[in-house]
Every structure is written in C-alpha cells, then in structure tokens.
C-alpha cells in the first residue's frame, strides 16, 4: 500500500500507478482532490496533519510544501502511518 499525502492534483500518484501500484492521497485542497479524483485516484479531502496515523503503508511517497520548516511537520507526521519496515520517499529542499 503506497500514501502520497499532500497530492494535490495527482501528478505523482499517476507515476505510481504507472508502476502498478494503487496508491491513497490526501489533499486539503478541494479543487485539486477533485482533480486527482477525476483520474480515478483515491483521495481523502482533509488536512495531512490532522488526518490520524495508520500504520497501513508499505511506502509513503511525497513532495511536502516547503514554506519556512513546515515540510519537517509533514515527515515526523507520514513516518506515522508506515507498517514497521515501510519506507519514505520525499522531495526535499
């Protein structure tokens, strides 16, 4: 199972399911849910940092907002949602 938390309009989701997998995102942003959604990819419309951790995900892929230290926020919080042995994939700056 593969989380890319913050996936606004799904642009990486499209890349992981190119390699076959189905990934979940979450996106705060209605608008650019609706758009992943229009993709056929599963998206939960809620803030990344108040949707509560599941350890439920082999890998979480993601491309946190960089503004000030924030991204730091969005990490600590996606290490939260991995299975023991997962795997965290993220843009940094």
């Known amino acids: 199972k593969v989380l890319e938390p913050s996936c606004g309009d799904g642009r990486i989701m499209d890349a992981i399911r190119d390699l076959g997998h189905h990934p979940l995102g979450i ?50 919080h996606a290490l939260r949602f991995l299975k023991p042995g997962g795997v965290l994939v993220s843009v940094l700056p």
């Open 27 to 76: 996106e705060v942003h209605a608008g650019r849910a609706a758009e992943a959604r229009r993709k056929n990819h599963a998206v939960v419309t809620t803030n990344f940092l108040e949707h509560p951790p599941t350890t439920l995900f082999d890998r979480v892929v993601m491309n946190p907002p960089f503004y000030g230290r924030h991204y730091l926020h969005h990490i600590r």
